[in-house]
């Protein structure tokens, strides 16, 4: 049992599973002896019991969730044999004392593994198990209070251990919070939380590498995979002594240009064993996938494929992220500020079926967080209802300023003349006179992708989230700062930190580490030239957002005084650092409201 299973073969086993493990299996007929091997995934979400257990050594906490499945029922006994190692044959060896370092081989032998577990946890619990069974409770039956002092023996050492790490090495930890939560970095960001082993791993047909087909990863079923169980699979494509054209790529989503377009996620091929660690969604070379529904998923290069593909999710009604209709910039605005505010119906998948539900407002899930974060860190003296008042006031911010560029006359021009195509010939919305905010675009209908593939190469659609940033000062000055200073006795320190979480907010709601302009920058981007009908536009939105705001607060009605804006400086995004962390966490707060709103705007219409 394994988590390489279609969800209907898995289904299946645990179907079979719950029946031949199930309360009062003593009354089964067949009177048959049954051994289940299995891995971790039965630690939890499995009904089932047995009489003999036999584990690996793992962390305390797992061990215990295992040991859960050994007379689980009321009235059974039952025993649970640990060990912490186990004879290997010749053939397996390699793999028993495998790890995740690209080291050359020395002549000092490896130590014994608990791949995916750490060593230090394991080898700890493994003295405490040592302890009970030495100990004059070693015969007696382990109870719940027992569990609990053995949680607490190791993992609230383990806790404070992680804790001195941090505290000793303060600058190292700075230096990685940096350069992850600004720039990015994978491998930065993989020092500062838990080891996560298991990865997402996805198989495409054939034609796909061919023909440079873009596939939505969120419209397919991903298999979960250990980290150590492909990395095995890294080190025997180098140890055959030749090169194949590729094993592993890289889904990730695109950069630069592409990332404010309909482009959907790029595969980059893997060349090294770090990359591969690093990497949460993982193409597999189907040449070397083979399925089979008793096995489930195998992967390795001396294996024939058997034409296996990563099959779509079971619901032809799931709304691809990258498929789009048109919305004018009025009504695209007013419709996340619904999204904030209103509840409205969906579809999720519930133990394997998909149920309809109603989605709760982004307000209900963000706004008690962010009045707490604000209340906590930043202005103290404000009551909880003045706090989350605050909080709201700084998303709508961010809604009404995020598209603000997508009212230049270039990104007009070149969003309308699609729209006239999809109009014309994919049966779109009429475009009319509007100001638009999105067009029709489906990424489904191969004859529409190259169409639009073809209008974007002679008419470049300009970018517009570190724009929309750039031209959010000006409102920001006029409508919030007044009420930062005047109601909420902030400071300036604190008034251009509170700006400034609404611009990042602004400007990466599109790239998570866009950093916006730097020196050279300046020459290619001239100024912002917006569109004629602009101002109108703006005000529009104003006047039908701002009548759902909590009616306790006078605001300056916005918009932007100039239908020109010079861009002479460099703009920087990048202006928190670990200092001043209370406005990093209010920012994330923040943009993610603005996402959140974005993305069910788009799913409600």
Same mark, same amino acid.
């Given at each position: 049992?394994?988590?390489?299973?279609?969800?209907?073969?898995?289904a299946?086993?645990?179907?079979?599973?719950?029946?031949?493990?199930?309360?009062?299996?003593?009354?089964?007929?067949?009177?048959?002896?049954?051994?289940?091997?299995?891995?971790?995934? +039965?630690?939890?979400g499995?009904?089932?019991t047995?009489?003999?257990?036999?584990?690996?050594?793992?962390?305390?906490?797992?061990?215990?969730?295992?040991?859960?499945?050994?007379?689980?029922?009321?009235?059974? *006994?039952?025993?649970?044999?640990?060990?912490?190692?186990?004879?290997?044959?010749?053939?397996?060896?390699?793999?028993?004392?495998?790890?995740?370092?690209d080291?050359?081989?020395?002549?000092?032998?490896?130590?014994?593994?608990?791949?995916?577990?750490?060593?230090? +946890?394991?080898?700890? !619990?493994? !003295?405490?198990?040592?302890?009970?069974?030495?100990?004059?409770?070693?015969?007696?039956?382990?109870?719940?209070?027992?569990?609990? #002092?053995?949680?607490? &023996?190791?993992?609230?050492l /383990?806790?404070?251990?992680?804790q001195?790490?941090?505290?000793?090495?303060?600058?190292?930890? @700075?230096?990685?919070l940096?350069?992850?939560?600004?720039?990015?970095?994978?491998?930065?960001?993989? @020092?500062?939380?838990?080891?996560?082993?298991?990865?997402? %791993?996805f198989?495409w047909?054939?034609? +796909?590498?061919?023909?440079?087909?873009?596939?939505?990863? #969120?419209?397919?079923?991903?298999?979960?995979?250990?980290?150590?169980s492909?990395?095995?699979?890294?080190?025997?494509?180098?140890?055959?002594?030749?090169?194949?054209?590729?094993?592993?790529?890289?889904?990730?989503?695109?950069?630069?240009?592409?990332?404010?377009?309909?482009?959907?996620?790029?595969?980059?091929? +893997?060349?090294?064993?770090?990359?591969?660690?690093?990497?949460?969604?993982?193409?597999?070379?189907?040449?070397? %996938?083979?399925?089979?529904?008793?096995?489930?998923?195998?992967?390795?290069?001396?294996?024939?494929?058997?034409?296996?593909?990563?099959?779509?999710?079971p619901?032809?009604?799931?709304?691809? /992220?990258?498929?789009?209709?048109?919305?004018?910039?009025?009504?695209?605005l007013?419709?996340?500020?619904?999204?904030?505010?209103?509840?409205?119906? *969906?579809?999720?998948?519930?133990?394997?079926?998909?149920?309809?539900?109603?989605?709760?407002?982004?307000?209900?899930?963000?706004?008690?967080?962010?009045g707490?974060?604000?209340?906590?860190?930043?202005?103290?003296?404000?009551? /909880?209802?003045?706090?989350?008042?605050?909080?709201?006031?700084?998303?709508?911010?961010?809604?009404? *300023?995020?598209?603000?560029?997508?009212?230049? %006359?270039?990104?007009?021009?070149?969003?309308?003349?699609?729209?006239?195509?999809?109009?014309?010939?994919?049966?779109?919305?009429?475009?009319?006179?509007?100001?638009?905010?999105?067009?029709?675009?489906?990424?489904?209908?191969?004859?529409?992708?190259?169409?639009?593939?073809?209008?974007?190469?002679?008419?470049?659609?300009?970018?517009h989230?570190?724009?929309?940033?750039?031209?959010?000062?000006?409102i920001?000055?006029?409508?919030?700062?007044?009420?930062?200073?005047?109601?909420?006795?902030?400071?300036?320190? &604190?008034?251009?930190?509170?700006?400034? *979480?609404?611009?990042?907010?602004?400007?990466?709601?599109h790239?998570?580490?866009?950093?916006?302009?730097?020196?050279?920058?300046?020459?290619?981007?001239?100024?912002? #030239?917006?569109?004629? @009908?602009?101002?109108r536009?703006?005000?529009?939105?104003?006047?039908?957002?701002?009548?759902?705001?909590?009616?306790?607060?006078?605001? &300056?009605?916005?918009?932007?005084?100039?239908?020109?804006?010079?861009?002479?400086?460099?703009?920087?995004?990048?202006?928190?650092?670990?200092?001043?962390?209370?406005?990093?966490?209010?920012?994330?707060?923040?943009?993610?409201?603005?996402?959140?709103?974005d993305?069910?705007?788009?799913?409600?219409?």
């Amino acid at each position: 049992m394994n988590s390489r299973f279609l969800p209907e073969d898995r289904a299946k086993k645990e179907a079979y599973l719950k029946q031949t493990f199930a309360l009062n299996w003593q009354h089964l007929e067949d009177k048959t002896c049954h051994l289940l091997i299995a891995t971790q995934v +039965i630690e939890a979400g499995l009904n089932i019991t047995c009489e003999v257990m036999h584990t690996h050594l793992c962390p305390m906490n797992s061990l215990l969730q295992r040991a859960g499945r050994c007379a689980r029922f009321g009235g059974e *006994t039952g025993e649970v044999y640990v060990y912490r190692s186990f004879p290997v044959t010749p053939l397996d060896q390699d793999w028993a004392m495998a790890d995740l370092d690209d080291e050359p081989e020395t002549e000092t032998p490896k130590q014994q593994r608990f791949l995916p577990y750490t060593r230090d +946890i394991c080898e700890l !619990t493994w !003295t405490v198990l040592q302890a009970h069974t030495e100990s004059e409770q070693g015969s007696q039956s382990v109870g719940f209070r027992l569990e609990e #002092q053995w949680i607490n &023996q190791v993992h609230s050492l /383990e806790t404070q251990r992680q804790q001195e790490r941090r505290a000793n090495n303060q600058m190292h930890f @700075e230096q990685h919070l940096n350069a992850a939560l600004f720039q990015g970095e994978a491998s930065a960001a993989a @020092e500062l939380i838990r080891w996560v082993d298991a990865r997402s %791993v996805f198989v495409w047909s054939e034609p +796909i590498f061919f023909d440079d087909e873009p596939i939505d990863p #969120q419209q397919l079923l991903a298999f979960s995979m250990p980290i150590s169980s492909l990395c095995q699979v890294w080190q025997a494509v180098k140890n055959l002594g030749y090169e194949i054209d590729w094993m592993f790529k890289r889904i990730e989503n695109p950069k630069g240009r592409a990332t404010e377009t309909y482009s959907q996620p790029v595969c980059v091929p +893997i060349t090294s064993r770090e990359s591969l660690v690093t990497t949460v969604r993982i193409l597999v070379n189907p040449r070397y %996938v083979y399925y089979d529904d008793q096995i489930g998923l195998l992967i390795s290069p001396h294996l024939v494929g058997n034409c296996f593909s990563s099959p779509p999710k079971p619901s032809q009604k799931r709304h691809s /992220e990258y498929r789009y209709p048109m919305d004018n910039y009025v009504g695209h605005l007013v419709l996340m500020w619904k999204c904030w505010r209103e509840a409205f119906p *969906t579809r999720v998948r519930r133990n394997g079926e998909w149920v309809a539900i109603q989605l709760r407002p982004v307000r209900d899930e963000l706004l008690s967080a962010g009045g707490r974060l604000i209340r906590a860190k930043i202005f103290p003296h404000l009551s /909880e209802n003045q706090a989350e008042v605050l909080f709201e006031y700084l998303v709508f911010f961010a809604v009404f *300023t995020h598209d603000l560029a997508k009212l230049q %006359v270039k990104w007009q021009n070149v969003m309308r003349g699609w729209q006239a195509i999809a109009y014309d010939e994919f049966g779109g919305r009429n475009p009319g006179s509007h100001l638009l905010a999105h067009t029709d675009y489906d990424p489904d209908d191969p004859v529409q992708r190259e169409r639009l593939k073809a209008y974007e190469q002679k008419h470049r659609r300009p970018n517009h989230a570190v724009e929309s940033a750039f031209l959010s000062r000006e409102i920001l000055k006029v409508s919030l700062l007044p009420l930062l200073r005047d109601h909420f006795q902030a400071d300036v320190q &604190q008034i251009r930190a509170i700006l400034h *979480t609404v611009i990042m907010a602004t400007g990466r709601h599109h790239s998570a580490w866009a950093a916006g302009w730097k020196i050279g920058d300046v020459a290619k981007i001239k100024g912002i #030239q917006l569109h004629p @009908e602009a101002q109108r536009a703006i005000a529009s939105s104003w006047r039908c957002m701002v009548r759902f705001l909590p009616q306790t607060l006078p605001l &300056q009605p916005a918009n932007l005084s100039r239908e020109f804006y010079p861009v002479t400086h460099a703009f920087d995004l990048n202006r928190f650092d670990t200092s001043q962390l209370e406005y990093l966490q209010l920012y994330l707060l923040v943009v993610r409201g603005l996402r959140l709103c974005d993305q069910r705007s788009v799913q409600l219409r």
